[in-house]
């Protein structure tokens, strides 16, 4: 996909009355790359890492742009080859010899070896990532029992509280009984009084009463 750019040039054209006149012309244009800037660029970007990425991630990341890159120019290598078989493309012998020369390089990837050492490998890749998940999964679940056991904790601790305040509350509510049963006990005691000291002013008055009946 390239880039949306117009290119003009300017020209001098005679009008009909003689005069000479500036005018644009459209030219065609196109921005293009070579293939050595687009390697360094691709290598640039390469280099610049995000914090927030792991290793593994990266790596990943890399593999899959390297293979889409790898897909894009087996295209651009079969749309050239069906271009020079319908005969709509000139043949360039050097890009044959290119095409014959990475073929040969290919491995041969059906002798036993070969297929013995990538099973190898790819068990031993996924007895690492085996592993890992279940790593992962052990510590996921040693962190469920802490949160469950932090958890209890509170709630523990939440009720004993609780539990605390009606204790206080309850023993707060006695010591209100007692104030109040000491207050009836001392109104109790005040009445006893006032009634004795009726009963002895009353003696008394009986006894003043009484004294004169004597003399007569």
């Known amino acids: 996909m390239g880039l949306p750019t117009e290119g003009y040039l300017q020209i001098d054209e005679v009008n009909d009355t003689g005069e000479i006149e500036k005018k644009f012309k459209h030219i ?4 293009g790359v070579h293939e050595m800037e687009a390697v360094g660029v691709e290598h640039l970007l390469r280099d610049i890492k995000d914090v927030t990425e792991g290793s593994l991630v990266k790596q990943i990341s890399n593999k899959i742009l390297s293979l889409k890159a790898l897909i894009t120019k087996l295209e651009e290598i079969e749309n050239y ?7 709509s493309y000139p043949m360039n012998n050097q890009i044959i010899f290119n095409l014959q020369e990475i073929l040969n390089l290919l491995p041969n990837l059906s002798g036993e070896k070969t297929v013995r050492s990538f099973s190898i490998k790819t068990n031993e890749m996924m007895q690492t990532i085996y592993v890992a998940s279940v ?5 996921a679940l040693h962190k469920l029992i802490n949160n469950k056991i932090d958890n209890k904790m509170l709630e523990l601790a939440a009720e004993k509280k609780e539990q ?7 023993k707060a509510k006695e010591k209100e009984k007692e104030k109040e049963k000491e207050k009836e006990k001392e109104k109790e005691k005040e009445k006893e009084k006032e009634k004795g000291k009726e009963d ?3 003696v008394e008055s009986m006894k003043d009463i009484s004294k004169p009946d004597k003399k007569e």
């Open 135 to 139: 790593i992962r999964t052990i510590m």
């Open 164 to 170: 605390e305040k009606l204790v206080a509350a309850s």
């Open 28 to 31: 065609a244009s196109s921005v």
């Open 200 to 202: 002895t002013s009353g």
């Open 81 to 87: 080859l069906e271009l020079v078989l319908n005969k």
